[in-house]
Structure formats: structure tokens, C-alpha cells
């Protein structure tokens, strides 16, 4: 398979044969024959991120790879980023007709996975989340509460006014501690410093003010979550994800001993053989 990253003949072909979508929210690369997969990257990633994972599901699934507004050669759109998505994701199931879907979500992914299944009728055929808890923002803050994620805030300005030697020193120091390989590091940087900085700022509070261990009790579709141990340990991160994910009635974890957030670039042999297995 090619590398998602288009080529000039890639992009040709997929315009020619209606396998390319452009959305003012994302755009989507399809792949593949068979049962469709929806694949959302974390937070600044492009779709590029599942190309080891695509390669193999292609082969028995039609494979729609999102890259979101902001990111990537993706125009950036007006707030609120994140609920303007999970619509337009709902509209793209139904314009395409896309008969129960498949999701794969990894990080921000992973929770608009949740949003969406937590949907009543929503008819999702199963969610595999990598590496992503219901609320992120409960995690990382002492007292947090939802309604005080604000774009107005000090933290937000400071962001925005950060120059882009100083925002690519703050990725480099940010990244290694997402993946042990040091091989896809200097791409995930690259990502986060092209990444459109409003949404970068803007879409994050998004992301934070989301809440759905309330919400994850209405999910039908079966999930499966796959969880990094590394860098805190798997004590911790299975304290964290029983008590955020307490509220699921039925769901299966599976834990990467040896990885990162990154799971699918820490351990791609595993994750892919993980992901397979998942959706038979």
C-alpha cells in the first residue's frame, strides 16, 4: 500500500474514483473493501498515524481515515472545533450510507468514539479506544470541573502568544514522553508545530471540557479498550481507567506492557494483531 501521505498520483486516483471526501471539518482517505472502519487520530495527528494499521485492515474493510480540521493540510474552522466534528462525523455516516459502522479512535479519536456510541440510536458495530479515558481533563486537573474549561483564560493567551521557535521547543519536550521509539518522534512534532495554533489551543479546551463518565452508561456498542502502561506503570493507569470507565456496563481492556501513548508506533506488530482480532 502507499503511504497515506498522498501523492500527487495517489490524490489523482482517489479524486477520480470518489475515494477521497473533503469535509470543512475533516478529510477522509478511503481504503480498502468490506465492512467500513472509521479510524480518528489523536489531538494535531493526520491520518498518516494508522498507516501500518491500514495496510493490513484494507484488506478485508473499507477504511476511513480522518485527518481533522486544523491539522495537517486541513483548513482550520471556527469554534466550538470539537461538536462541530462529532456532527459532521454523524452527517458523513449517513450522506455515505455507511451501514454500522466500526471505530477506531486513539486518543481525542478514542473519545469521539465514546461521544458518538453514547448517541441514543447510534449504530456503531464496535469501538476499539486507544489510549483515552471519558474525561482527560479530570485526570490532569485537581478539582476539575467541566464548565471551567474556558477559551478566555491566561493559559489559553499565553498559547496563543508562545512564538513558533518556543511552541516547536515546547513539542520536542513533550513527544518523547508519548511513544518509547524514538523513529515517528520527529513526525508528531512536525504535526504539532504545523498544526493551525487557534485550534491547537481552542480545540484542546474542547477536548478538556468534554465529560462523559456520566454518558459512557448509555453505550450499546461493544468496546474495546486498548491502555499504555508506560511511563506511570500498570497499577496506575488501571486505577485510572476502572474508575473513569466505572459507569460502562460492558467493555473488555487490554493493556501495551511496553508502550506509550503512541501504542500503534511503540508496538506495531502487537497493536495491528490487536485491532484484527478486535473486529472479527
Not at 456532527?87 to 486513539?106: A, R, T
Not at 504539532?192 to 462523559?212: A, I, P
Request: glycine share 6%; hydrophobic share 40%.
Amino acid at each position: 500500500m502507499k503511504t497515506i501521505k498522498s501523492t500527487l498520483f495517489l490524490a489523482t486516483f482517489l479524486l477520480a474514483t470518489g475515494l477521497f471526501a473533503q469535509n470543512k471539518a475533516f478529510k477522509v482517505e478511503v481504503i480498502g473493501k468490506g465492512d467500513p472502519v472509521l479510524l480518528f487520530p489523536g489531538f494535531t495527528c493526520t491520518g498518516e498515524v494508522w498507516e501500518e494499521t491500514v495496510e493490513e485492515l484494507s484488506k478485508k474493510y473499507e477504511c476511513h481515515i480522518f485527518t481533522f480540521a486544523g491539522f495537517g493540510d486541513v483548513a482550520p474552522i471556527e469554534k466550538p472545533w470539537l461538536p462541530k466534528i462529532k456532527e459532521s462525523v454523524e452527517n458523513y455516516v449517513l450522506k455515505h450510507k455507511l451501514e454500522n459502522p466500526s471505530i477506531i479512535g486513539h486518543s481525542l479519536g478514542g473519545v469521539l468514539g465514546l461521544w458518538l456510541t453514547s448517541e441514543e440510536n447510534s449504530n456503531y458495530k464496535k469501538l476499539i479506544v486507544v489510549d483515552a479515558l471519558p474525561a482527560s481533563g479530570a485526570l490532569m486537573m485537581p478539582n476539575y470541573k467541566s464548565e471551567n474549561m474556558v477559551y478566555d483564560s491566561p493559559y489559553n493567551k499565553q498559547q496563543l502568544a508562545m512564538n513558533e521557535e518556543d511552541f516547536e521547543k515546547m513539542a520536542l519536550g513533550m513527544v518523547p514522553y508519548m511513544m518509547l521509539s524514538n523513529e515517528k518522534q520527529a513526525m508528531v512534532v512536525e504535526w504539532m508545530v504545523q498544526s493551525d495554533r487557534e485550534t491547537y489551543v481552542y480545540g484542546y479546551t474542547d477536548f478538556l471540557r468534554l465529560d462523559l463518565r456520566e454518558d459512557v452508561a448509555k453505550i450499546k456498542t461493544p468496546v474495546t479498550i486498548l491502555a499504555a502502561t508506560k511511563p506511570y506503570g500498570k497499577d496506575v493507569v488501571q486505577k485510572n481507567y476502572e474508575e473513569q470507565y466505572k459507569n460502562l456496563s460492558s467493555y473488555s481492556i487490554i493493556y501495551a506492557e511496553e508502550s506509550a501513548h503512541f501504542i500503534m508506533f511503540d508496538q506495531p506488530e502487537w497493536f495491528v494483531n490487536q485491532v484484527v482480532e478486535e473486529l472479527k
